[in-house]
């Protein structure tokens, strides 16, 4: 199956109320850039100016919900939005050539099964495949309860990852 996405240029302060709209439209998520990337530091930019969503549909479903998503979001665009046909792609394996190894802290590293990485002195290295999972050290506030953990955190102590993610605050404590 083909699908159409549907980006969107909006000032920023617009986004959340743009965004729930557009998924009302579509019936599907919408994505907006820029967004977090290996949990990178926040820029400045994601308060202030433009941004981009995107929402998509199946090539199916399109007719007349384009023009129906254009008049109903034109007091917020920034400019026309822009439509381009996707091919088909497998989403559940194709996200992974975007996770990569990185960095947490001083000595926290957070690497998928499909990299290698060669330790360093000191690393503690925690392997861990995301998949669907929350918590995989990208979103800010795991990296500062992993951060936390490097500094807080004393052989034999014990620690409770009581999350409802990929647990990662637990094999990062064990390390």
Do not use: Q
């Not at 199946?58 to 007349?64: F, Q």
């Not at 394996?93 to 001083?106: I, L, N, Q, S």
């Not at 050290?137 to 951060?147: F, K």
Request: hydrophobic share 40%.
């Amino acid at each position: 199956m083909t699908w159409l996405e549907i980006e969107v240029t909006v000032r920023v302060e617009d986004a959340d109320v743009v965004g729930v709209i557009l998924h009302e439209l579509t019936g599907r998520g919408v994505a907006c850039e820029p967004g977090f990337s290996n949990g990178a530091d926040c820029p400045a930019s994601l308060f202030t100016g433009t941004t981009k969503l995107k929402g998509y549909l199946p090539t199916t479903a399109a007719a007349g919900r384009i023009e129906k998503i254009r008049k109903t979001l034109s007091s917020f665009l920034v400019e026309p939005p822009a439509v381009r046909e996707l091919p088909e792609t497998d989403w559940l394996r194709a996200w992974r050539e975007h996770y990569r190894t990185f960095r947490v802290g001083k000595r926290v590293v957070v690497r998928p099964p499909w990299e290698k990485y060669e330790a360093l002195p000191g690393d503690l290295v925690v392997t861990i495949d995301p998949g669907l999972a929350f918590g995989c050290g990208t979103h800010p506030t795991t990296r500062l309860c992993l951060e936390l953990l490097e500094e807080a955190v004393r052989p034999g102590a014990f620690v409770y990852d009581v999350g409802a993610g990929s647990g990662i605050l637990a094999a990062a404590a064990a390390r």
